[in-house]
């Protein structure tokens, strides 16, 4: 299979985080803060040409914490049938290229409580218990260090 990330804008994403992450909302409503921010990635994941995965990350500080150069990653997925084989990791390189590339040191999530493991395996820890999100289950707060 011929695979691809590169830069997709944030209309291109909301279609996917629609489809994967909260198919109860349209892209419409799938508007996150950030999204629209000079410097926020949303990379998408090409395989064989299809739009298969997708993950965002724009600069925001995490809850509680005024550090700047800290940013968010938001509506990470890979279509099930591809989960995996590599592709998700291969997506939050590329998100952890573009924060460092911006003076990032920190990078943060809720990470449904599902995937903690796929996180954990890229070096994000928990920071706090679970908490549940209307519609899409518990989550956890997670973070990492870029650069280390």
Known sequence: MATDIRPITAQEVRVLRSVLLRPFE???????????????????????????GIASVCREPMPDDADQRAWRLRGMAVRPELQGRGYGRALLERCLDHVLSGGGTLLWCNGRVSAAGFYRTLGFDVVDEPFEIPGTGPHYLMMRAVGD
């Not at 410097?39 to 994941?45: F, N, V, W």
Request: overall charge negative; hydrophobic content about 35%.
């Open 26 to 52: 349209t892209p419409e409503e799938l508007v996150y803060h950030g999204d629209d921010d000079a410097d926020t990635l949303h990379a998408g994941l090409f395989v064989d040409g299809i739009l298969s």
